[in-house]
Nanobody, 127 residues
């Protein structure tokens, strides 16, 4: 079994920064793809960013490209999401998720490809 635990959420002013962490435990592999999704009430969970396990390739949604950076420390089994220039519309619950290494690149934005999820951490951007 795999457990994922997010941390680092909170309240920040527009233009500020936060770094989210996702600590993994259990049966994980360096080859796993690790992603971040977010969700606001009444809307579907949406893709934010992913880092591919086999080569570290990163993919971002258009809404966060250039502002967010996903990274991982395999020794610590931890994935990070550095968020800068935060906007009010970034307010959401942020979830980390793990998918198998075999998922093809074109499917890495698809929520259904991820088989393990954390409990989420709230990020609120407000003045």
């Amino acid at each position: 079994q795999v457990q994922l635990m997010e941390s680092g959420g909170g309240l920040v002013q527009p233009g500020g920064s936060l770094r989210l962490s996702c600590a993994a435990s259990g049966r994980t592999s360096r080859s796993d793809n690790m992603a971040w999704f977010r969700q606001v009430p009444g809307k579907e969970r949406e893709f934010v960013a992913v880092i591919r396990g086999r080569d570290g390739t990163t993919i971002y949604s258009d809404s966060v490209k250039g502002r967010f950076t996903v990274s991982r420390d395999n020794a610590k089994k931890t994935t990070y999401l550095q968020m800068t220039s935060l906007k009010v519309e970034d307010t959401a619950v942020y979830y980390c998720a793990k998918s198998r290494a075999a998922v093809i690149t074109s499917q890495l934005r698809v929520r259904e490809e991820y088989d393990n999820w954390g409990q989420g951490t709230q990020v609120t951007v407000s003045s």
